[in-house]
């Protein structure tokens, strides 16, 4: 007979007013035991357990930090951010209180709090990896790339395997133009752990880029539609070294990159791609490709969208905005990582936007239903119930004069298909877009409208609706758009 | 037992004849005489709601009753029920086809339901079948011309009438009413000036005479007409329109709690009057069915009607009271730009449909026909149906390419319009809602399920109706303009070119002399249309924040999604 029986028989006897033993464990247990819960992913469970604690001892700093840890897990920053806080003032807290309360202030948005909080870790833990990288991020975000940079190396040089901290510096080096040490870096971003791995199973080797006489190479659409479409440039280079390709690719993006690659054979899904020899991402060939700033494959055209769809959905528009009107494609809101980078739409499309545009909203997930509640001056027409894939997304932008949007995939579609895009960028946007620029090596139709200050969306928002004001007045509809910004950045 | 219920109610002893009536009908539910005499009572001195089911009763038991049909038609029409009254008031024309009485009912209520074409055909048949001078019939037409703006036929109708029956009173007012609503207010007060003399204390002369004194300014003298209509009435006080008419002259006045009071005794009396109140449930089922159907999902997988180059309608949408009369009389004052007034068409069709497309469903489920081989161009039908309509109304001008067609809440089958005429501008007046709730309160208004009779059932219907636009926004690609009826009044060329170029049409200068538009805009907005524009109307609800304070909450949250500031 177990204890557990015992109790068991001894209820059973007592049905009416069963007697609840309460056995005290020492706070350290508790706290281990809601831990577990937590690594286990149990976190109502050890949310339970630290609220029990934080009954019997308020304030109990442990208690506090782990159920920020909790709060972080469930997606609620902010709550995170207080309970660490509050964690913090009860004094003494360790370098992994700094260090977290540093990631937290980062998410959101806190900058200069996450940077303070940082070096505090540091302070008093010089030999945490972790807590360099996580001051390295809020350097970033704050654009200070020489102590972004300086922080990975440190994280690096403590523990050369913490791959979050090779892809940071990454994205440095990358953001600067050191394409060549940045690529190198750039690699790591599949050790990441939760980054997922686009790799097939295999014992076949990654490709190194040189020419396969005979044999298939299997290319993989890694990443987001964004990176997939910014990175088929190079598909053209890798076959003239590997004439025997096979690409796999999301279904969203199967109809369009058979569109553009009809030689190419394509797969959404990894499994019956068949024998190969060798497999690449496609976000592994800047890198094969030796790809400098100065040396980036730009063609004013990369992606034709497909003309029966292009057909159906001019018609499709013509009936919707029909006449001499300046239709303007608009996409507000990505996934929610990266962070930052979306817009509310009753943001973007402010009322004083001038007389004769139709806005086309190319916005598909969750934001879209943000359309509803749109009632601003320039009529707006809701594509997105109707796009399947990417397809559509290209066909639709075809018929428009401007497309602008955050940094989504929508940008890299416009752009590579030679459409004037208008891209509003964070304060610390994506590597590809570079420091300071107005314009784009990757994309010459592009221009960046950039935040000077982190956070700040109005004041982009602002230049964005002057600039199509200045459009408007400048060329009548169907005359063609500005894409040049000049010598000063927008 | 019968015969003695019969003699008993003729000899004026109701409470006899009534439980004579009810004993016989206790062994006998189907004795139709026992159902004439209980009708009877009820009609002179029960709710309305029990003359009626008396009447269903006695047409459940004989079909063919024409009197019982007649009767429930008008009693329909008169408590606002014109849909259904139509419905036996053209069982009473298959019945009687050389009626003249049956003809005139069928005017009286297609004159009242919107329809005041198809209205004005039965009024001349009636009139033909009694031999051409009757002048009741022809003050009858007379009215339906008014609607149809046919100002001066209407006219030389009344002084036809009047020549024949120089003493009817319905007839002085209806003259009367005409001569206002074409801003005549001299010829409108000499009329007056004559039928009081011959019926000095008729109360609805003097309402007649309070609306033209308020339309000329003397708020005061309007409301010492009322204060007369008071002195005279059996009880001292007034009925639900003098009490709407009185709350319109104290809010002139700003006297805005005792308007408000008014507004509030004039629904109470309304609600008891008629036996209406809001009905909820259909309402919510009604928007929970569309919301199902409707989806985003379903839509990719519907065909949309083709688009002709006929004229094309422009449907100006909006809850009652938004400024969609507004927005009408402005845009038709385009020469490109007819007047459709408020169409009856689109709820017509949701009626019809399932009939048309052969569904055992209801609309909107039966617009699952559509995908069936032999209904994949039932949208095509709908579309034609809907324009052949409004081709029997003649209202198209020379030279137009679009007529507006305003009738409100036609949002709420929104989904429906896009299938239909996917290339339709929708316009969508919006205002702010606790002015629209105000206002819609204030008004005598049978829309939307009969929500206008309560402040808090008008809040609500203007909730759901707006999350069904929302919906609708959401989930399908619409050629929408939202406009500001705040904007219009602000800035009114501004307003009209962005609407002008959203249709495709160049700016003219006629749209902003709208009030110059001799047009008659029949809704409870006609004379306001008439004026220029105004900003005592923008923000009215600041007058009557304490007694709107209940529906604020109702409201708030689409207060703010529209984007207006705090209450």
């Known amino acids: 007979m177990d204890l557990c029986s015992n109790w068991m028989d001894a209820a059973s006897q007592h049905r009416a007013e069963p007697t609840i033993h309460m056995v005290p464990l020492p706070l350290v247990s508790v706290l281990k035991i809601a831990a577990e819960y937590e690594h286990a992913g149990r976190y109502d469970d050890a949310a339970e357990l630290l609220r029990t604690i934080l009954e019997a001892v308020p304030n109990q700093r442990d208690a506090l930090h782990l159920l920020g840890v909790l709060a972080f897990r469930k997606n609620d920053p902010l709550a995170a951010m207080r309970l660490m806080e509050q964690a913090i003032a009860q004094g003494a807290s360790p370098a992994l209180f700094w260090r977290n309360l540093c990631t937290l202030y980062e998410r959101t948005g806190r900058y200069k709090e996450a940077m303070a909080a940082g070096r505090r870790a540091i302070e008093l833990d010089p030999g945490d990896a972790q807590a360099q990288h996580n001051l390295g991020i809020a350097y970033y975000r704050l654009l200070r790339i020489d102590d972004a940079v300086a922080c990975a190396r440190r994280a690096i040089s403590i523990d050369p395997t913490l791959a979050v901290a090779h892809f940071a510096l990454a994205e440095a080096l990358l953001v600067q133009g050191e394409f060549a040490a940045g690529w190198e870096e750039y690699e790591w971003r599949f050790q990441i752990p939760d980054a997922g791995a686009p790799m097939p199973n295999t014992d076949r080797p990654q490709w190194d880029g040189a020419p396969i006489a005979n044999g298939r190479l299997l290319l993989i659409a890694d990443q987001g539609f964004g990176d997939v479409i910014q990175f088929s440039r190079y598909i053209p280079w890798v076959r003239e070294r590997c004439p025997d390709l096979v690409l796999a690719c999301g279904g969203e993006m199967l109809s369009l990159l058979q569109h553009n690659f009809p030689w190419l054979p394509l797969t959404n899904r990894l499994e019956p791609s068949g024998h190969f020899s060798a497999f690449c991402p496609l976000s592994g060939l800047p890198r094969l490709h030796g790809t400098r700033l100065e040396t980036i494959p730009a063609t004013p055209r990369s992606i034709y969208a497909v003309p029966d769809r292009v057909a159906d959905w001019k018609r499709r528009l013509d009936v919707l905005s029909p006449g001499p009107k300046r239709r303007v494609g608009i996409v507000w809101a990505g996934r929610a990582n990266p962070p930052n980078r979306s817009v509310s739409l009753s943001m973007l499309a402010p009322t004083a936007m001038p007389d004769g545009l139709v806005l086309v909203a190319l916005q598909k997930g969750p934001a879209q239903r943000e359309i509803a509640g749109y009632h601003g001056r320039a009529p707006l027409i809701n594509l997105g119930p109707e796009i399947a894939d990417f397809s559509d997304t290209a066909a639709i932008i075809e018929s428009l004069e401007l497309v602008v949007t955050i940094d989504t995939a929508v940008a890299h579609l416009a752009a590579s298909m030679g459409k004037p895009v208008w891209i509003m960028l964070p304060y610390a946007a994506d590597w590809r877009w570079l420091l300071g620029r107005c314009d784009s090596p990757w994309y010459p139709t592009a221009r960046l409208f950039r935040q000077e200050t982190p956070g700040q969306w109005e004041p982009v928002v602002a230049r964005v609706a002057e600039a199509l004001s200045r459009m408007s007045a400048a060329f009548p509809a169907c005359s063609g758009i500005e894409t040049s910004c000049g010598s000063r950045c927008a | ?567």
């Not at chain 2, 003809?103 to 009286?108: A, R």
């Not at chain 2, 400024?323 to 019809?352: K, N």
């Not at chain 2, 047009?519 to 900003?535: G, I, N, P």
């Open chain 2, 1 to 567: 037992m019968i015969a003695r219920a019969v003699q008993a109610h003729t000899a004026g002893e109701l409470q006899l004849a009534e439980r004579l009536s009810l004993g016989l009908l206790e062994i006998m539910p189907t004795q139709c005489d026992a159902l004439r005499v209980l009708y009877e009572i009820r009609k002179s001195n029960g709710p309305p709601n029990a003359a009626e089911t008396l009447l269903r009763r006695l047409i459940a038991v004989d079909p063919n009753d024409f009197k019982a049909t007649c009767e429930l038609a008008l009693s329909l029409m008169n408590s606002g029920g014109l849909a259904e009254a139509e419905l036996h008031a053209r069982n009473a024309v298959r019945m009687a086809p050389e009626n003249a009485q049956a003809h005139n009912l069928m005017g009286m209520i297609l004159t009242e339901a919107h329809k005041p074409h198809f209205g004005e055909y039965h009024y001349r048949r009636a009139l033909h079948l009694s031999g051409g001078r009757d002048p009741i019939l022809m003050a009858n037409l007379a009215w339906n011309l008014k609607n149809q703006g046919r100002m001066e036929q209407a006219r030389q109708l009344y002084v036809d009438s009047t020549a024949l029956a120089p003493n009817v009173w319905q007839t002085l007012l209806g003259w009367v009413r005409l001569e206002e609503a074409d801003r005549q207010f001299d010829q409108a007060a000499a009329i007056l000036d004559h039928a009081e003399k011959q019926f000095p204390d008729c109360a609805k002369l003097l309402l007649a005479r309070a609306v033209l004194l308020r339309r000329t300014g003397n708020f005061e003298q309007a409301l010492a007409a009322l204060d007369q209509i008071a002195r005279l009435s059996s009880d001292g006080a007034l009925d639900a329109d003098e009490l709407l008419e009185k709350a319109a002259l104290l809010d002139r006045l700003g006297r805005y709690d005792e308007a408000f009071s008014a507004i509030e005794d004039a629904n109470h009396l309304a609600r008891r009057a008629l036996g209406h109140d809001y009905l909820a449930e259909p309402a919510q089922g009604l928007a929970t069915r569309l919301k199902g159907f409707f989806t985003a999902e379903r839509l990719r997988n519907l065909p949309r009607a083709g688009i002709l180059a006929a004229p094309q309608p422009i449907f100006v949408l909006g809850f009652p009271r938004s400024g969609t009369t507004l927005v009408e009389q402005m845009l038709s004052a385009h020469p490109r730009i007819s007047a459709g007034d408020e169409l009856p068409f689109i709820e017509e069709i949701t009626a019809v449909m399932p009939r048309m497309f052969s569904s055992p469903l209801a609309y909107p489920e039966a617009l699952a026909e559509l995908w069936m081989a032999d209904f994949r161009d039932g949208l095509d039908d709908l579309r034609d149906h809907y324009l052949r309509r409004f081709r029997q109304l003649n209202l198209m001008e020379r030279d137009t390419a679009w007529f507006t067609d305003k009738m409100p809440l036609n949002e709420t089958h929104l989904g429906l319009i896009a299938l239909m005429f996917p290339g339709a501008p929708l316009i969508h007046v919006l205002r702010h809602p606790l002015d629209v709730v105000l206002s819609v309160f204030g008004n005598n208004l049978t829309h939307g399920f009969f929500c206008a009779y309560r402040l808090e059932t008008a809040a609500r219907h203007y909730v759901l109706i707006m999350d069904l636009v929302e919906h609708y926004r959401r989930e399908m690609a619409l050629r929408y303009l939202p406009v500001r009826y705040e904007d219009i009044v602000d800035d009114p060329e501004s307003s009209v070119r962005r609407m002008l170029d959203f249709i495709g049409e160049p700016f003219d200068e006629r749209c902003l002399q709208f009030h110059e538009n001799r047009r008659f805009a029949r809704t409870a907005s006609y004379a306001q249309v008439t004026e220029k524009l105004y900003a005592r109307s923008r923000f009215r609800y600041r007058h009557y924040l304490t007694q709107l304070e209940p529906i604020v909450p109702i409201l708030r949250p689409i207060i703010e999604r529209l984007g207006y500031g705090p209450v």
